[in-house]
């Protein structure tokens, strides 16, 4: 299979999963009896925030393996899942207070959740501007890679911040599923799924952006030279 196939293959399936996810959030799953209709946003919060985790996971690998590498194919995942990372955490600071003012009375609190959150964010908006502000090619590379390891201590510390300090944000990773109605859990596992799938697509796009920007820039260097 051609990379041009492969790539028209994971974009339809990407587009196809979306579709089936909002099928399964919103006709599926039941109303849940207290919070009601707003309650469907939790499908693309939970998702958006396990897909940011998890881009943001690549990115770490990928910049340890630059480190060891210093090749270009490391820097290109790193910065590709950092991006993306970065998009669904947005997701998720967005999607958060849209279902938290009915829930809790109040668009934003500073939950120890909410506010390690708010912390990654920042992070990885800094790796991004710092890949386009530092201008020599290896420094930015390395210190992006130095970041993007960094970074990711406060992954653990937003995932585990609801079982180290009071708060009111929802467990739902416990036993039991957090009390999911089953049909509840099945649309929030084919919202991730379908979250993860959208991941690797973008990823793809991403990375051959890339590798088309390094060749133009490598051409224009020679046409210049």
Known sequence: MSKFAF????????AAAILIALYFAFIFAPVEAKMGAIQKIFYFHVASAWV????????FIASILFLKKRDSASDYVAAASAEIGLLFCTIVIITGPLWAKPVWGAYWSWDPRLTTTLVLWFIYAG?????????????????CAVLGIIGFVDVPIVFFSIRW?????PNVLQKGGGGLHPHMLTALLVSVAAFTILYAALMNKRI????LEARYAQDNDETNG
Not at 127 to 143: C, D, G, N, P, Q
């Open 208 to 211: 051959r952006l890339f590798k």
């Open 7 to 14: 790539g028209k293959l994971i974009d339809i399936s990407a």
């Open 165 to 169: 300090w009071r708060t009111i944000h």
């Open 52 to 59: 940011g985790f998890f881009a943001l996971f690549v990115t």
């Open 127 to 143: 790796y991004i501007l710092l890949r386009k502000f530092v201008a020599e090619t290896e420094r930015r590379r390395l210190y």
